[in-house]
């Protein structure tokens, strides 16, 4: 019995250190020499500053403005936003684009929450992008433009909804649309091995790829630099 006990023992310690310490350890160092960018969490710089990862979408905002010129707030004290005209929008997102706390709705097609919630994100859509392609009707308005994901922080919108809003880029930052139209093909990924899912367009790269743009026709004296909103923070990985 007694040695049983100690055999039982010493086969948790020793699982304990070769599964909870040893392994995890060694593939993070083999992950780290693999795969640096992917295991570090895809995170994507500029200048030396984080400002996000490619694998989670975020806002691209600004804040409402009063008469007084100071930011409307809700209920809760917190900032009420809307979209930034000048940048492409991700899917809508049921956790805030929080990283740390991703989930869905999870209700069923059957649900009155989820046909209205659809029906806001709908003419939230429409709000935003026919003013700038009035052949846009409800018919045309792709699925992933109005529902969630099931993360809820999808950092891919498909390509359809991209050239809807590719409308608006142009205009709002005069450039052409098939200059808008060819930034989102560079940035449009494949279906994975040529067979499963759909391309999807990275919005934070592509966001990114217009900063580049605008930058090169503020050189020419067209535009001014458009800096990127979301809240950046220095990589202390990485030298500025």
């Known amino acids: 019995m007694r040695r ?6 010493l086969a948790v310690i020793a699982f304990t250190l070769v599964f909870g ?20 969490g895809s995170r994507v710089t ?42 492409f929008q991700p899917r ?8 740390d706390t991703t989930f869905f709705s999870n209700s069923g097609p059957n649900s009155v929450e989820e046909r209205e919630a659809v029906r806001e994100n709908l003419a939230a859509y429409l709000k935003l992008e026919k003013p700038y392609d009035r052949s846009l009707t409800v018919a045309g308005v792709p699925v992933d433009a109005v529902t969630m994901s099931g993360s809820g922080v999808d950092p891919q919108i498909s390509e359809a909804n991209a050239r809807i809003q590719a409308h608006r880029i142009a205009a709002v930052r ?17 279906r994975f091995l ?25 050189e ?9 909103r979301n809240r950046a923070k220095r990589d202390p990985g990485v030298s500025g």
């Open 4 to 9: 049983a006990v100690l055999t039982s023992i």
């Open 21 to 40: 310490l040893a392994y995890p350890l060694a593939m993070t160092g083999i992950s780290q020499v693999v795969f640096p960018g992917k295991a570090s």
């Open 46 to 87: 500029i200048d030396g500053r984080l400002v996000g990862s490619s694998l989670i979408a975020q806002s691209f905002s600004r804040p409402v403005l009063g008469r007084d010129g100071r930011p409307v707030l809700d209920e809760e004290g917190e900032e009420v936003l809307r979209p930034d005209k000048r940048y």
């Open 92 to 99: 809508p997102s049921q956790s805030g684009y929080s990283a």
């Open 174 to 190: 005069h450039l052409s649309l098939a200059k808008v139209e060819s930034l989102i093909s560079d940035h449009t990924d494949g």
């Open 194 to 218: 040529g067979l499963f899912g759909e391309p999807g367009v990275n919005v934070l790269q592509l966001n990114i790829a217009l900063d580049r743009e605008a930058t090169v026709s503020a």
């Open 220 to 228: 020419r004296g067209q535009r001014p630099y458009l800096i990127l």
